[in-house]
């Protein structure tokens, strides 16, 4: 639903709905390798629940979004769903 509510309400183009949604993947790639060592250092339980927090707070702050939510917005609560992706899965 994400990518039509960036089209049909926030009248973004395709190519732009890709780079928006970018912020979702992303930051597995990066920042998987530090996850690791991480986990290394501290064990699983760290990274886990940081995960989990900015699971809950990613969809927090996309209930927010509207036909007037600016860019920036957005892409924070995109960017820390994929952060929080990686600490999760990493």
């Given at each position: 639903l994400t990518?039509?509510?960036?089209?049909?309400?926030?009248?973004?183009?395709?190519?732009?709905?890709?780079?928006?949604l970018l912020p979702l993947t992303l930051p597995s790639i990066v920042f998987s390798p530090f996850v690791g060592q991480i986990v290394d250092k501290w064990g699983y339980k760290t990274p886990i629940k940081l995960g989990m927090l900015l699971l809950i707070l990613s969809p927090f702050l996309q209930t927010f979004f509207s036909e007037t939510s600016p860019l920036w917005h957005i892409l924070l609560a995109f960017l820390l769903f994929g952060i929080a992706w990686a600490l999760v899965i990493g």
């Open positions: 990518p039509l509510f960036l089209h049909n309400i926030q009248h973004y183009s395709f190519f732009m709905i890709g780079l928006i």
